[in-house]
């Protein structure tokens, strides 16, 4: 939250921290915006979640302090 304004997920590493890292990821770095489409609504997020769980490519815009940044995931199949 931002100014009462919900503006996206704050990122834990969870059970694999080096996963995370490897990926170029922070703890506290906030997610907002996935594939194009702003997190500014939670319920936005989880509609989200079905459609990336297939995906071969995850576009997210980070926020990380001042920063912003885009973090491309791509996934091959063989």
């Given at each position: 939250?931002?100014?009462?304004?919900?503006i996206?997920?704050?990122?834990?590493?969870?059970?694999?921290?080096?996963?995370f890292?490897?990926?170029?990821?922070?703890?506290?770095?906030?997610?907002?915006?996935?594939?194009?489409?702003?997190l500014?609504?939670?319920?936005?997020?989880?509609?989200?979640?079905?459609?990336?769980?297939?995906?071969d490519?995850?576009?997210?815009?980070?926020?990380?302090?001042?920063?912003?940044?885009?973090?491309?995931?791509?996934?091959t199949?063989?």
């Amino acid at each position: 939250m931002v100014e009462g304004d919900f503006i996206g997920f704050r990122l834990a590493p969870g059970k694999d921290r080096a996963l995370f890292g490897r990926l170029g990821l922070r703890r506290n770095d906030i997610v907002t915006n996935i594939n194009g489409i702003s997190l500014d609504d939670p319920a936005t997020a989880f509609t989200l979640m079905e459609q990336i769980s297939s995906a071969d490519e995850i576009d997210l815009t980070i926020k990380r302090g001042d920063r912003v940044m885009n973090v491309l995931f791509s996934a091959t199949i063989n």
